[in-house]
């Protein structure tokens, strides 16, 4: 079984790995061997490629906003659903519902919803008055419009913080309050170091998850703009409005696999794999001092 | 590729005396172990990725043989209707010669074919988009050229540009099967309440028209629009509003729009006539609008009153709005280009015989049947409502051209029509310059000449780095 599972680690991870650091250094597109043309791949990457600095902007704009925002919506709702005694199975059930929607299906239903001309929500703004912005069809607002969504799907995050709020001792809350601690001094020293792994785990699992943030952003620009299907390539429905949705990893699905630049995506694969580590770092660090402070 | 230098094993010494010879003797085996196994890896890497290349022209037989057979894989990208189409033709093909047997692989995406053909994958002849793909696809495509001489099929044999769009760096990897053509589609009934009595045939004159025939709503938003100028809605892009105004997009092997008088007064006539309807107006309406493939399509629901599009809303319009009055005509040119009127942007399917074919006769025989039987080109052209590339088969009568459509097969032929150039990076090139434009097109104090520069840098940047060896 031992050697069943090195194999599998050599095969399926050393392997990939070395190799895709072998093409990094190389000029391939598939239909001829790859030639060594040294950093070349790295140079362009940071110094020419007019479009990989605002697609790792766009992406470091997801882990920023996105995974905080996503987390502390959840982290409110489960403490909101922690207190409620009537009907709160269904309330659960009710934030739950959005996370189980394949999130293809979530993001077509948004720019349904947010269509300027057509969609609901501006039809209302437009009943009370008010001039509905263009949301997914506005280069500064189309990112916002998917923070949305993801908050409308928080309910994977919500239900994980739910479980750790109700196993966070009660008698310390008693404690706390004979004490006269307020609510916000029971929130920083009793619930939040409770729950700190738990907030860990939101934490590292949705930088990951954001810094390969893909299918939404692509759903959303091919739906929004009108192209979807057809004899659109990639590089026409990734990024609209404006690259303001062209995120890393769909820059390097472009050049990997629609621009045939397979060895300029192996060195978008390594240097995205080099940020991920050193983020990752840093959030272990930090996780560090929250067991130091815990002893 | 570098090579790891590689060292003869020294040969076995007695037990070191020190501990500091000791671990000099553990460092040096652990430095050796380290350079056989980087050189084993790089070795079995190398193995690997050879393999993985796109294999060689193979010798062509003095004379075709006289008897085909055998099972041969057909990719391609059409699917539903279209690839009933496709199949209908393999099927003709299959008749005549009935010791072949084809399977077809429908439904593949271009880039996905390109893949599996440069992969090794079981392809032996391959329908690709000519501008998007062949810069890379034609490696692994083999030439066609001395099949074409031996059996007689001429470049000549097709209309308009096609044939020497369908080659590549002097390699002809391919042969044009069926076209896209774009024109401009006119509402009549709306021209003729806006009293425009004929389609426009400059910009200038398109613009006019278009700012006649559009409508406002009482809160200043667009009801009804004449034309809609916005690069990236729909069909408008670099390349089919360059392929009317006659702009360079390379030079000698490197971009040269900054340098071509065309892209600027193009750029400027769409930033004028932007500017007087508005951009947020019209991004709002854009955004509005159904999807271009639905019945809900704009100009089929006769919210917009001209469009730029390709020859297949024709049979669109047919099954979707067959009660639209609707003419075609060539798309207006830029005034003062030089462009004649009455062609346009055009760009072309082909199909070709992969190198790594273990039947390369039978798949050029398949490759021969497709674009040079008459009866075949014209089955396509019919079925799929492309314009046929093949001469015989556009003068055929029993070619199906209702009048909207003959527009586009006058287009097809005519010298003025234009495609964008076939590059190493394929459609990166028009992608860059839809990029700028539309950025343009919302932020126009960012500055033409500049901006048109970065462009040419970015398209030079990234041939070199295609290049690069």
Redesign the interface.
Known sequence: MMALGVIGLLVFFLYPL??NL?YSF????????????GL??YS?LFT????VGRAALNTLWFVALLVPVRIACSLGVAMLLTRRKRAAGFWRTLFYVPALVPPVASVVGFVFLF????GPVNTVLRALGVKGP?WF??PSLAKPSLLLLGVWMMGDLMVIFLAALLDVPRDQYEASALDGAGGWQRFRYVTLPNISPVLFFAAVTGVIAALQYFTEAAVASSV????????A????LLG????SLLTYTQWMYVQG?????LG?AAAMAVVLFVAAAAVMAVLLRRAGVFRQKEK | MRRQPTRTPEPARAPAKTPEAAGHRKRRAREHRLRTATATTSAALTLVLTACAAGHDGPVARTAPAHLSGTIQLWHHYSDREAAVIQSVVDGFEKKYPDVHVEVHSGQQDTKITQVVASGGDVDALITNVNATLGTACKTMENLAPFMRRDGVRASDFQGIFAAATAFGGRRCSLPTTSDVYGLYYNTKLLARAGVTRPPRTLRELERAALKLTTYKPDGSIRTLGFDPLVGFQQNTSATFGGTAGVTWMKGGQSAIASSPQWRALLGWQHDFVEKIGYAKLKAFSAGLGDEWSANNAFQTGRIAMALDGEWRVAFIQDQAPHLAYGTAPFPVLDGSGQAYGGGFVSAADIGVSKRSGNKEAAWALVKYMTTDTDAAVRLANGIKNIPTLKSAADSPRLDAPKQYRTFLDAAAHPASRTSPVTEIGSMLTATMDDFWTGYQQRPQEGLDSGLKKVDTDIDNALSLRRAK
């Open positions: 070395l190799a072998f190389t000029n391939y597109d598939l239909a001829s061997p790859p030639k060594w043309i070349r791949n362009y020419q490629d007019p479009r269509n300027p001309g057509t263009l069809n506005d929004a703009n009108g192209k979807t299907g057809i004899d390539g990639p590089d026409q609209y409005p404006d690259d696999f629609s621009s045939f630049q300029y």
